[in-house]
């Protein structure tokens, strides 16, 4: 009977028991920061396994506008541009951070950032070879990945199985385990909703940012447009801060003006063809009509003078030719959607105007269309002088003048999160007291101050790459 007994409590001792595993390295998320991290520590020779909550991985790496910036790559040099220098990158991510960046994680993606990119390549990731051009850049440093997000996470994905890296999908990480104070695993829960505890000397949380948890918003953002994906749920932020970690710029999210408005609270971003109607002669009015701002200007400044209208959006204005050389460029008006979805959206009233009639596409989208006839008249005017007194604006392209005329709206929008956990320059978590909390690494978005306030376009996915492979190497190293 005792035997029975004891037979029957190890059974079901052993039905209960988490399911264990144990490795050097445990990386928690699957973006750009964690495959990297996971590379770079498997090229160093650890075991590493990674943890990934959705069926996929990805996170916001997967569905972003697919742009790196760096000083330095070979495809810089390559496409001719021998100008910059980590220095000159570093000077223009400090003023885009508006100088309260921390500038020791700051300049490691202005000096790593080349390497990384070259890296990558190396790696099998394809990037476009002619540089993307934005105003807060004072030299082209910016990079399309050939075949957008789900190209790269395929290369990246790829590249981590061949070094050996294990990845489990529907697999949420949900606390840190803690012995005297050193992190020593991973609890995470599988599809099957069973808890399992991952053992390891080190572990790097990648989990991304915290746009899609409205609760960990600051207050003054949660009205505006989320453009980001369901995992930014702050996980990450919230198991460091459980294990003593230091949280800093948790009040700083990246706005960006830019947003058409596809379903209630939610936008799909539309700078990647803004940007180039804007260099074909596009201009930007309010709901008076009324140009408000030099349309060329960088990001931040657009984004301002949005915040400034009573209704907090602008618009953009412009014609069948602008639409045709954006066209050519294989370039969608509203990022990720087909022609037929873009139909859709212009065949629903108010969002995207199309009409033979500027005074048509004005009313539309609630524009007064007096309003805005004077002012592409004046703006054509300008065109046509060479000199736009209004604003200054020196690259008048084209005039507004072939119809059918395009109004799309362009409301704020935001997802990229700022603020998170404060490191080590070799990504070690800090506590609130400066300490180094042991067994614990950051990498990617997760991580706090290394864009200051601001962020500058383009550089986000650069820092989850550098931050990822600096992470991978120093997790090994220790
Ligand atoms: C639409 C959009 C466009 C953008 N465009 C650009 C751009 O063109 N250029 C640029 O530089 N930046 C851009 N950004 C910002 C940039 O994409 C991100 O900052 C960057 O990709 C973050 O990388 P990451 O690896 O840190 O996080 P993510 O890529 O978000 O990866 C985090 C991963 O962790 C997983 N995860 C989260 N919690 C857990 C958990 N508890 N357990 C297990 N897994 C978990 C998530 O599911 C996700 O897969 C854009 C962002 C968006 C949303």
């Given at each position: 009977?005792?035997?029975?007994?004891?037979?029957l409590?190890?059974?079901?001792?052993?039905?209960?028991?988490?399911?264990?595993?144990?490795?050097?390295?445990?990386?928690?998320?699957?973006?750009?920061?964690?495959?990297?991290?996971?590379?770079?520590?498997?090229?160093?020779?650890?075991?590493?396994?990674?943890?990934?909550?959705?069926?996929?991985?990805?996170?916001?790496?997967?569905?972003?506008?697919?742009?790196t910036?760096?000083?330095?790559?070979r495809?810089?040099?390559?496409?001719?541009i021998?100008?910059d220098?980590?220095?000159?990158?570093f000077?223009?991510?400090?003023?885009?951070?508006?100088?309260?960046?921390d500038?020791?994680?700051?300049w490691?993606?202005?000096?790593?950032?080349?390497?990384?990119?070259?890296?990558?390549?190396?790696?099998?990731?394809?990037?476009?070879?002619?540089?993307?051009?934005?105003?807060?850049?004072?030299?082209?440093?910016s990079?399309r990945?050939?075949?957008?997000?789900?190209?790269?996470?395929?290369s990246?994905?790829?590249?981590?199985?061949?070094?050996?890296?294990?990845?489990?999908?529907?697999?949420?990480?949900?606390?840190?385990?803690?012995?005297?104070?050193?992190?020593?695993g991973?609890?995470?829960?599988?599809?099957?909703?069973?808890?399992?505890?991952?053992?390891?000397?080190?572990?790097?949380?990648?989990?991304?940012?915290?746009?899609?948890?409205?609760?960990?918003?600051?207050?003054?953002?949660?009205?505006?447009l989320?453009?980001?994906?369901?995992?930014?749920?702050?996980?990450?932020?919230?198991?460091a801060?459980?294990?003593?970690?230091?949280?800093?710029?948790?009040?700083?999210?990246?706005v960006?003006?830019?947003?058409?408005?596809?379903?209630?609270?939610?936008?799909?971003?539309?700078?990647?063809?803004?940007?180039?109607?804007?260099?074909?002669g596009?201009i930007?009015?309010?709901?008076?009509?009324?140009?408000?701002?030099?349309?060329?200007?960088?990001?931040v400044?657009?984004?301002?003078?949005?915040?400034?209208?009573?209704?907090?959006?602008?618009?953009?204005?412009?014609d069948?030719?602008?639409?045709?050389?954006?066209?050519?460029?294989?370039?969608?008006?509203?990022?990720?959607y087909?022609?037929?979805?873009?139909?859709?959206?212009?065949?629903?009233?108010g969002?995207?105007a199309?009409?033979?009639?500027?005074?048509?596409?004005?009313?539309?989208?609630?524009?007064?269309?007096?309003?805005?006839?004077?002012?592409?008249?004046?703006?054509?005017?300008?065109?046509?002088?060479?000199?736009?007194?209004?604003?200054?604006?020196?690259?008048?392209?084209?005039?507004?003048?072939?119809?059918?005329?395009?109004?799309?709206?362009?409301k704020?929008?935001?997802?990229t999160?700022?603020?998170?956990?404060?490191?080590?320059?070799?990504?070690?978590?800090?506590?609130?007291?400066?300490?180094?909390?042991?067994g614990?690494?950051?990498?990617?978005?997760?991580?706090?101050?290394?864009?200051?306030?601001?962020?500058?376009?383009?550089?986000?996915?650069?820092?989850?790459?550098?931050?990822?492979?600096i992470?991978?190497?120093?997790?090994?190293?220790?």
């Amino acid at each position: 009977m005792k035997r029975m007994l004891v037979a029957l409590m190890l059974v079901l001792s052993l039905a209960c028991s988490a399911f264990a595993a144990s490795a050097d390295v445990v990386v928690v998320g699957g973006g750009g920061a964690g495959l990297l991290a996971a590379i770079a520590a498997a090229e160093g020779g650890a075991d590493v396994i990674l943890l990934e909550k959705m069926p996929f991985l990805g996170g916001a790496t997967l569905i972003c506008g697919a742009v790196t910036t760096a000083a330095g790559p070979r495809l810089q040099l390559e496409a001719g541009i021998t100008e910059d220098s980590a220095e000159l990158f570093f000077l223009d991510l400090m003023i885009g951070g508006e100088f309260t960046n921390d500038a020791r994680l700051t300049w490691l993606m202005a000096e790593q950032g080349g390497a990384v990119m070259d890296w990558m390549e190396d790696l099998g990731v394809a990037f476009d070879s002619e540089p993307v051009n934005w105003a807060e850049h004072r030299v082209p440093r910016s990079f399309r990945w050939t075949g957008g997000g789900a190209a790269l996470i395929k290369s990246l994905h790829e590249a981590a199985l061949a070094k050996g890296v294990e990845i489990l999908l529907n697999t949420r990480a949900t606390r840190l385990v803690q012995e005297n104070g050193r992190v020593t695993g991973v609890v995470a829960v599988g599809k099957d909703g069973a808890e399992q505890v991952f053992s390891a000397d080190a572990v790097i949380l990648a989990t991304g940012g915290f746009g899609a948890d409205m609760d960990m918003r600051p207050e003054s953002l949660r009205s505006v447009l989320y453009y980001g994906p369901v995992s930014s749920t702050g996980d990450g932020h919230k198991m460091a801060a459980e294990a003593g970690a230091d949280l800093v710029f948790m009040d700083k999210m990246k706005v960006y003006p830019h947003g058409v408005e596809i379903a209630p609270g939610r936008a799909q971003l539309t700078t990647i063809s803004s940007v180039p109607l804007v260099s074909f002669g596009a201009i930007m009015v309010n709901s008076n009509g009324e140009r408000v701002i030099d349309e060329t200007l960088d990001i931040v400044s657009l984004k301002n003078k949005t915040l400034e209208q009573p209704d907090t959006q602008l618009f953009i204005v412009f014609d069948s030719a602008m639409k045709a050389k954006l066209d050519a460029m294989g370039l969608a008006m509203v990022f990720n959607y087909t022609e037929e979805q873009i139909e859709e959206l212009i065949a629903q009233p108010g969002r995207i105007a199309r009409h033979d009639d500027l005074a048509a596409a004005a009313a539309e989208l609630g524009i007064d269309p007096e309003g805005l006839a004077a002012t592409v008249k004046a703006y054509n005017e300008a065109v046509a002088a060479g000199y736009d007194s209004a604003f200054g604006r020196k690259d008048l392209a084209a005039p507004i003048s072939q119809p059918p005329y395009y109004v799309m709206e362009q409301k704020l929008r935001t997802a990229t999160s700022l603020g998170g956990v404060r490191v080590t320059t070799d990504m070690r978590v800090l506590d609130k007291e400066g300490k180094v909390i042991p067994g614990l690494w950051a990498a990617g978005e997760l991580i706090g101050a290394a864009h200051g306030n601001e962020s500058m376009p383009g550089v986000a996915t650069t820092w989850a790459f550098v931050s990822g492979r600096i992470a991978g190497l120093s997790a090994v190293s220790k």
